[in-house]
C-alpha cells in the first residue's frame, strides 16, 4: 500500500518539497522572532528563565509557540484608562 522507506529530496513531488520549504521557513522564522523577543525582554517579564526558554526555543516549532502562548508575562493593564491608540 504505502512505499515506507525514506525518499531522496528529488523523489519528493513539487507540492511536497515546497510544503517542506514553508515549513523550515516558519519554523526559522518563529524561531528568530522567539530568541529576538527573549533578548530584549527582561527576566522580570517572563515566567520561567530565560535559558529554559532560549533552550525552548530550538524545539522545532513547539517552543516559540509555547514562549509566545505562555511564556511572556502580560503588562499589568490600569484600571479606567483606554489604550490611547483608541482615543
Not at 520549504?21 to 530584549?40: G, I
Not at 526558554?53 to 513547539?62: E, G, K, R, S, Y
Request: with cysteine.
Amino acid at each position: 500500500m504505502f512505499d515506507r522507506r525514506k525518499k531522496a529530496w528529488a523523489e519528493l513531488t513539487r507540492t511536497q518539497r515546497r510544503a517542506i520549504l514553508v515549513a523550515a521557513a516558519v519554523q526559522l522564522a518563529l524561531q528568530l522572532v522567539t530568541l529576538w523577543d527573549l533578548r530584549r525582554r527582561s527576566a522580570d517579564e517572563l515566567r520561567g528563565s530565560k535559558r529554559w526558554w532560549t533552550a525552548a526555543a530550538f524545539v522545532n516549532i513547539v517552543g516559540p509557540i509555547a514562549y509566545f502562548a505562555v511564556g511572556r508575562r502580560r503588562p499589568a493593564r490600569s484600571r479606567g484608562h483606554r489604550c490611547r491608540a483608541l482615543g
